[in-house]
């Protein structure tokens, strides 16, 4: 099951006022593209807070400004490994991500594509069908525990008609168990856990903050002597998913490899991007964060506050409406309190 997360929502961005006539807005009149560009940005499904300004902006965190739809392609092209989020119920996340995988196909990319939510005890047929449908119900989609799969259709429609290498990019539902409860040895066995250098601890600095970003993604709500595991869960997973992501490049033509994940696992602190850089230095890695707006985040630094780092923690954040104003954190209460009656 995925791991339930707080949901950002709306902000009111009042730092650098040049944003808000130049680079802000994702409107044609705002910021121009050369006439081939258009897409999901120009027509929300999701509708709250839409209408905060910092919607539509793709922020560059490095640079210090917003950067147009187009200028977000060319980084993709330039990537060997680019990582593409999402929050897992939102609906334009997806359209997103298939439209960037779009562009890709478009531009003569022929990428392979490793996915958080296939597991690898799951039946992805081969060769893969032409209908999204069909595979999902290969991969017997309903009762995964993911959101609907349509959610997801649009990008496996845009995956199987270019007939992309299509990989899984998470551990077995078995190995995650026994790594949860007995560690990483014995879930991904000696070998695998050494070859990932997982039997190795991280920095005590990187150590630290997947820690927090544990705890702060269970809403602070999880008994502190849970946390250790936890962590070492969530480390495992970003090292399986990024050699998933290595491994969709070497199944790709163009030599290029995509992964489609939580927007939590493509910060390039400690998660994916991480261990991409410790598995295969030589490739350059770009990842896209998908966030929706917060309404309780004044400026792009109280953005940063949530992953309790000074900026952003992708190569590229893309803000998007939210999808709703659910309390995530209340539900996750509920459901514990719930379980501690049972």
Request: some cysteine.
């Amino acid at each position: 099951m995925p791991a339930v997360l707080p949901r950002p929502a709306l902000a009111l961005i009042l730092l650098m006022g040049w944003l808000m006539t130049s680079s802000m807005a994702p409107s044609a009149q705002a910021n121009p593209f050369d006439g081939r560009l258009s897409g999901p940005w120009t027509d929300w499904q999701t509708e709250l807070d839409a209408d905060d300004p910092l919607v539509g902006t793709i922020w560059d965190p490095a640079a210090g400004h917003a950067i147009s739809p187009e200028a977000l392609v060319s980084r993709l092209l330039a990537a060997d490994l680019a990582l593409l989020g999402e929050v897992h119920d939102n609906p334009d996340h997806h359209r997103l991500q298939a439209w960037m995988l779009a562009q890709l196909v478009e531009r003569g990319r022929h990428p392979g594509l490793a996915v958080e939510m296939i597991r690898p005890d799951q039946t992805l047929p081969d060769p893969l069908p032409e209908s999204p449908d069909a595979l999902a119900q290969a991969l017997d989609w309903a009762n995964t525990g993911w959101p609907e799969f349509a959610l997801y259709r649009p990008l496996f429609a845009t995956a199987l008609e270019a007939r992309l290498p299509l990989l899984p990019a998470n551990l077995a539902a078995e190995q995650l168990r026994t790594t949860a409860r007995q560690g990483v040895v014995a879930g991904l066995g000696e070998a695998r856990a050494q070859n990932l250098g997982l039997t190795e601890p991280m920095p005590a600095d990187l150590a630290a903050h997947l820690a927090e970003a544990v705890r702060r993604g269970h809403c602070g709500l999880m008994p502190e002597k849970a946390i250790p595991a936890m962590a070492q869960t969530q480390r495992a997973r970003d090292a399986v998913m990024a050699e998933a992501l290595i491994a969709a490049r070497e199944h790709s033509p163009s030599r290029q490899g995509v992964l489609i994940a939580g927007t939590g696992h493509l910060r390039s602190d400690v998660a994916v991007p991480y261990h991409a850089r410790r598995f295969r230095p030589d490739l350059a890695t770009f990842s896209i964060g998908l966030l929706e707006v917060s309404p309780d985040k004044p400026t792009l630094e109280h953005y940063a506050e949530r992953f309790n780092t000074p900026t952003l923690p992708f190569d590229v954040v893309w803000f998007t409406p939210r999808l709703d104003d659910t309390d995530h954190c209340a539900e996750l209460r509920a459901h514990m309190k719930r379980k501690s009656t049972e």
